[in-house]
């Protein structure tokens, strides 16, 4: 399974943008990027994902490097409810694959008031 | 509203016993799967399944026992061969494999080995 890089933690102020890196310079033609996030005590919750073009919804966008070697999750305007662990994934959807998910250690966001 | 449901929240476990841990889905997703969380770091996934009757270890699954009789429900065993099963447990499920199915995953059990 490709492996993703992020850095252990980031900090922001409240209602300004975020822009959370991910390295994944081994990722193959057939990994998709998936973005989840982590609140204390609870489950993960899916953020967004993408394959080669950028990628808005309602919660975040989505960067992808022309290369597909990096990844950038944008949080618009941070809130107080941003701060989480984030965790960027390679999922492999080759037919047969199981299309699990592989976490790696994430990045911890601190938004402050 | 559909969801996955994981019971029951906090768990205390004796040394050498067996529990199970509950996980339910009423999405209808085939695939579902159980990740272990300890504290400080990423999951790690113990068992998965794709479909009924039909389920494939991961990558920490000793000590570990699950079924899929249901569609609905994937339980976790958490067997006396398991040496530290103190730990976060989270059960998600998935529509399919494709790359628009994103996971959906429960609250969680924290059990405790007492």
């Known amino acids: 399974d490709a492996k993703t890089t992020q850095p252990n933690s980031m900090e922001s102020n409240e209602e300004e943008p975020v822009h959370l890196p991910c390295n994944h310079s081994?990722?193959?033609?057939?990994?998709?990027i998936h973005w989840y996030r982590q609140l204390p005590s609870q489950g993960p919750e899916y953020v967004i994902h993408?394959?080669?073009s950028n990628v808005n919804n309602r919660m975040a966008s989505l960067a992808i490097a022309e290369d597909r070697k990096s990844s950038t999750l944008i949080l618009h305007r941070a809130t107080l409810r941003d701060a989480a662990v984030y965790y960027c994934?390679?999922?492999?959807?080759?037919?047969?694959?199981?299309?699990?998910?592989?976490f790696g250690q994430g990045t911890t966001l601190q938004v402050k008031p | 509203d559909g969801g996955i449901t994981q019971s029951p929240k906090y768990l205390f476990r004796k040394e050498g016993q067996n529990v199970t841990l509950s996980c339910e889905q009423n999405?209808?997703?085939?695939?579902m799967y159980w990740y272990r969380q300890d504290p400080g770091q990423g999951l790690r996934l113990i068992y998965y399944?794709?479909?009924?009757?039909?389920?494939q270890k991961g990558d920490i699954a000793e000590g570990y026992s699950v079924s899929r009789e249901k569609k609905e429900s994937f339980p976790l065993t958490v067997t006396s061969a398991q040496k530290n099963p103190t730990a976060f447990y989270l059960c998600?499920?998935?529509?399919?494999?494709?790359?628009?199915?994103?996971?959906?995953f429960g609250s969680g059990t924290r059990l405790t080995v007492v």
């Open positions: 998600a499920s998935s529509a399919g494999q494709g790359d628009y199915y994103g996971y959906t």
């Open positions: 081994t990722i193959s033609g057939t990994d998709y």
């Open positions: 993408g394959l080669t």
């Open positions: 994934i390679l999922r492999d959807v080759t037919p047969g694959n199981t299309g699990k998910l592989i």
């Open positions: 999405l209808n997703h085939d695939a």
């Open positions: 399944s794709q479909i009924v009757n039909d389920f």
